[in-house]
């Protein structure tokens, strides 16, 4: 059974598009098994990806210019809830990288540990944030018996805004 964090507030905004080329997960545009991280931005719950086993998963956004954001939203383990998050945060940077001290933190969760065995619907919204780069890092994932420690299964994913922005970004 699920475990559902709805924000009734995200109605108020539109999702911003997001292209699959602007999406990193883990530094990469592919996961272990060669699925598109794109897949969690398709808007199809039954195509899911999964991170190489790893501490810490990110999810990268970065946009070609500084862009505003009031809310996000994810969903994760309702097709394998034995790899799902525990622990976020998601965080934005006009700068991006590796360097901690470059994000600020937007909002934050923790779920007890105890509570392995369910899936993640999970929605916020704060007040608007203009950042050209956006993450959301998971810190935990649950680890039920060894084969799933550091794994975590992500299957959609979306940024909401005041307007339906569009950016593409530029390397």
Request: no cysteine; glycine share 8%; charged share 20%.
């Given at each position: 059974m699920a475990i559902s964090f709805y924000d009734s507030n995200i109605t108020n905004f539109k999702k911003i598009t997001i292209k699959?080329?602007?999406?990193?997960?883990?530094?990469?545009?592919?996961?272990?098994?060669?699925?598109?991280?794109?897949?969690?931005?398709?808007?199809?719950?039954?195509?899911l990806m999964y991170p190489l086993p790893s501490d810490t998963h990110i999810i990268n956004i970065n946009f070609s210019n500084p862009t505003n954001v009031s809310g996000y939203s994810f969903l994760c383990g309702l097709t394998q809830t034995d790899a799902n998050p525990f622990h976020w945060e998601f965080s934005g940077s006009n700068i991006g990288g590796n360097n901690e001290i470059e994000w600020n933190i937007i909002d934050s969760f923790s779920y007890p540990l105890n509570n392995k065995n369910w899936g993640v619907i999970y929605q916020k919204t704060f007040n608007q944030r203009c950042y050209q780069y956006y993450r959301l890092k998971f810190l935990n994932c649950n680890s039920i018996g060894i084969n799933y420690h550091g794994y975590i299964s992500i299957e959609e994913f979306a940024l909401y805004g005041l307007e339906n922005i569009f950016y593409t970004y530029i390397v």
């Open positions: 699959p080329s602007m999406l990193l997960v883990d530094g990469l545009s592919t996961d272990y098994s060669g699925r598109p991280v794109a897949n969690i931005i398709d808007n199809d719950s039954n195509t």
